[in-house]
């Protein structure tokens, strides 16, 4: 039996049982990697040559995360559990027990458009979508293909040293040709406010391999509930834009709240959307409209907000606002019954500052030469000694301990 599924990212590999003695691999199995990109088996620098790892054990589907199950189905022919490709004939002739620590099998690499790293993608078109939010396509500088992306995951930009991530809005299609993101400018804030007043079509960032668990679900037997805040939208429109072209969607309830309509994203996508599928509700709120301004319900979202039938049929609900929102919710959320395993909360946060962050470029004076050097930090960081040895100084080691020392450096 083969195996298919893709991981989000870095090179897949495909098992099957037909083994053969010159191409014959173990799989270890037992190990749990985390199930965000069903991955058939991955091979590791650190692993012998012959060996790649497979999951043992967790085959079945997670539907309210868009993951399929790893044993094979009529929807889904091939799967990525170890359970489904070992074979009896595996079996301990003495003990009778099933190979489950090992097992040998071919192993074949699988096509996939993943890479790993950065990869280099320009500007193809910005848009301005409400006051203080951006849009961007980006298409990759070396004109390959790009890997599909599950709606809800993300992108990890990298701009002048510093990375961020953002959600990619536009419909997760299986060979895209492009991604777009939307960028909330957040004052002071140093990436958001290098792409508002910096970015312009032709300019190059960096890109990871989209990646991400929190991923909707394009079928779901239970209702879903969608609470978005501000920027918060833009996992939820290429959620909801990808359901366009499905059959089987699930009942989707969109909760959207803003401040007003200037600060409001996306409006044409997310009214165009109202009107074309019709297993959504949309329910807009603004909590300080302006004149003139269009939505359903003038004040913030509060869970009483949410249709008592929808809690009764067990909807699964999906979050991506404030901290203090999210927070609000889910506790208001449990309070009625519904359990935190079917809540699902995105965060959009920077990454913690890095002490490499605070460090500044510095002029340096050697005493015993009299020369002066800058000294600048960069990734990877470069120490004052080397900098000043790759400047031609030369160092008397004085004292070797746990602390080396050189002594001309004062
Ligand atoms: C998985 C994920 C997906 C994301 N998707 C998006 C997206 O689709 N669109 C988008 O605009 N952003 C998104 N973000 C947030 C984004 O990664 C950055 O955090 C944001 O753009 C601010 O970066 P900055 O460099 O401009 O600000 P920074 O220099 O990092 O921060 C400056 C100040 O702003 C505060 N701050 C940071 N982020 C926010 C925020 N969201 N709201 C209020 N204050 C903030 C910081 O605490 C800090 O005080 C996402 C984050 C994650 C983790």
Redesign the pocket.
């Known amino acids: 039996m083969a195996t298919n599924l893709r991981p989000p990212q870095g090179p897949a590999y495909a098992l099957r049982t037909n083994c053969n003695e010159k191409s014959r691999l173990e799989i270890l199995g037992a190990i749990c990697s985390e199930r965000m990109g069903s991955q058939a088996c991955k091979r590791e620098p650190a692993f012998a040559q012959d060996v790649v790892a497979s999951d043992y054990g967790w085959w079945q589907p997670a539907p309210d995360l868009g993951l399929p199950g790893y044993l094979p189905d009529a929807t889904q022919p091939v799967g990525a559990s170890f359970n489904a490709i070992i074979a009896e004939d595996g079996r301990d002739p003495l003990s009778g027990a099933l190979a489950l620590r090992s097992f040998a099998c071919d192993v074949t690499p699988e096509e996939s458009t993943s890479w790993q790293g950065w990869r280099s993608f320009a500007v193809a078109e910005r848009r301005e979508e409400c006051s203080d939010v951006v849009g961007l396509t980006l298409r990759p500088v070396d004109g390959g293909s790009l890997p599909a992306f599950r709606p809800g995951q ?1 992108v990890s930009v990298r701009m002048g040293g ?1 990375i ?4 990619l809005t536009g419909a997760a299609a299986a060979s895209p040709e492009a991604y777009d ?4 400018h ?1 004052a ?6 290098a792409i508002r007043h910096g970015l312009a079509p032709g300019d190059v960032v960096e890109l990871q391999s989209p990646k ?1 668990g929190f991923v909707l679900p394009l079928r779901n037997e239970f209702p879903v509930v969608l609470i978005a805040g501000g ?1 918060g939208i ?1 996992p939820f429109l290429s959620y909801l834009e990808t359901l366009e072209g499905t059959s089987h969607e699930p009942r989707v309830t969109l909760h959207y709240g803003c401040r007003d309509n200037e600060s409001r994203p996306f409006q044409h996508r997310l009214e165009a959307l109202r009107q074309r599928l019709p297993n959504l509700t949309l329910v807009t709120y603004l909590s300080q409209p302006r004149s003139g301004d269009r939505f359903d319900r003038q004040g913030r979202f509060t869970v009483s907000d949410i249709d008592p039938e929808l809690l009764h049929k067990r909807a699964r609900f999906y979050m991506c606002a404030s901290d203090a929102m999210m927070e609000e919710v889910s506790a208001g959320l449990q309070a009625r019954g519904v359990p935190a395993f079917e809540i699902f909360r ?5 990454p913690a500052p890095s002490a490499l962050d605070r460090l500044v470029p510095r002029r340096i004076h050697f005493a015993r030469s009299g020369r002066t050097l800058t000294w600048s930090p960069q990734v990877p960081l470069i120490s004052i000694l080397a900098t000043a040895e790759g400047a031609g100084l030369r160092f008397r080691v004085v004292a070797v301990s746990d602390n080396a020392k050189a002594v001309p450096c004062r």
Do not use: H, L, P
Request: no cysteine.
């Open positions: 993300y510093a961020r991530s953002y959600s993101i939307g960028v909330r957040i002071g804030g140093r990436v958001s406010t991400g920027i833009t995105e965060r959009f946060r920077s």
